[in-house]
């Protein structure tokens, strides 16, 4: 098998693999930022190069997303977890008619009970019975006029699912928990009143979270929100309202820069996805049944591959035997257990041509 570096070889569902001429930045980071001489650690977030650092960022996201005028590019803390709470705080409280959500998978699960304290919210889909295997089809979504705001995840982490189109009515707002495709692909982020996305699976480390929101979502906020939760709080401090993330806000500037320079922007991005997720879905494929994908194939997400073996048994002797191979993070997520291939934008094609050799290998031997 090829040798690689341990980093490269990172399936994780999150925190993901981060590119490899990034890290070298971060290695030199850690020591000293190039232009200030400090350590990143320890540079102060109110400093002017930090400021900097956060502008240049903002500019980098909207760039690659094209993002007009009228949308806020903010970066908080909380993980996409507050953001299950700030959501409802800031476009459900109060309201009368329910807010729609889509319940399809781990994540989306999550969301419904924090909503839930805030106002009405109505199930509009649910995969739970068919144990989250597909995603529904437009005809199963029946979307509501008059709902505050459509809620949905474009990709489930722990089943393997992703969204290929936008859902919903151009009338009602749409807010989409995008955590784990955010920046993977080119998004019509302008269909969207807001986007939220952590950062650990596509574009940084853990600790920041990047929020992008329009302009109208703002003007109907409550008055009378914690100056924490509330998205102005941070809009009018430039995302410094309490000190924030240095480390982490500085990295994702870095992937940033990667996406633009390196690899030429997001269309150049979502095709060296497409090709890593056809090559490993193609080893699935070409099993004869073998390794099982959980997802129904044209729900299929290209940053997750969840699988299984015959036997739980199995699936711990090829956890092993990766592990073995210097293959990390294959295993599935405690809920459904199996395995699970992450397939992020930090992963490089070669490393997924490594994985899907060692797959025919085991197989070879214990078919």
Not at 244 to 266: Q, S
Request: proline share 5%; aromatic share 8%.
């Amino acid at each position: 098998m090829t040798q690689m570096n341990p980093n490269s070889l990172n399936f994780s569902g999150g925190p993901g693999a981060l590119p490899e001429s990034v890290l070298q930045q971060v290695q030199q980071a850690i020591i000293a930022v190039p232009e200030v001489g400090l350590s990143v650690l320890g540079i102060s977030h109110r400093s002017d190069w930090f400021a900097a650092v956060v502008a240049e960022l903002e500019r980098n996201i909207r760039s690659l997303l094209g993002l007009p005028d009228s949308y806020h590019v903010l970066l908080l803390q909380g993980g996409a977890t507050q953001q299950f709470s700030m959501v409802p705080m800031t476009l459900l409280h109060g309201a009368t008619a329910p807010a729609d959500y889509l319940h399809t998978g781990y994540w989306s699960g999550k969301v419904l009970a924090e909503a839930r304290r805030e106002g009405p919210i109505r199930t509009l889909w649910s995969g739970q019975d068919s144990g989250f295997t597909r995603l529904p089809d437009d005809g199963e979504l029946a979307f509501a006029a008059d709902a505050p705001y459509l809620h949905y995840v474009s990709n489930e982490t722990v089943e393997g699912l992703q969204f290929q189109r936008v859902l919903g009515r151009d009338d009602v707002p749409r807010v989409c928990d995008m955590s784990s495709d955010f920046l993977s692909k080119p998004c019509e982020a302008e269909r969207f009143a807001l986007i939220y996305a952590h950062a650990q699976k596509n574009i940084g480390p853990a600790g920041v979270t990047v929020v992008l929101v329009r302009d109208e979502v703002l003007a109907h906020a409550p008055d009378d929100l914690p100056g924490f939760l509330d998205y102005r709080s941070h809009v009018k401090a430039h995302s410094n309202f309490n000190t924030p993330p240095v480390f982490a806000i500085y990295v994702v500037l870095l992937v940033t820069r990667w996406l633009l320079n390196e690899v030429g922007g997001l269309h150049n991005m979502a095709a060296r996805n497409a090709a890593k997720a056809e090559l490993l879905y193609g080893v699935l494929d070409a099993s004869d049944g073998y390794y099982r994908g959980r997802a129904r194939v044209q729900d299929r997400s290209s940053m997750n591959v969840s699988f299984n073996l015959a036997t739980p048994a199995l699936e711990q002797q090829f956890l092993a035997e990766a592990t073995a191979a210097g293959l990390s993070g294959l295993g599935g997520h405690r809920s459904v257990g199996g395995l699970r291939a992450s397939l992020y934008n930090g992963l490089t094609l070669p490393a997924v041509e490594v994985l899907a050799g060692f797959m025919d290998d085991f197989r070879r031997k214990h078919a």
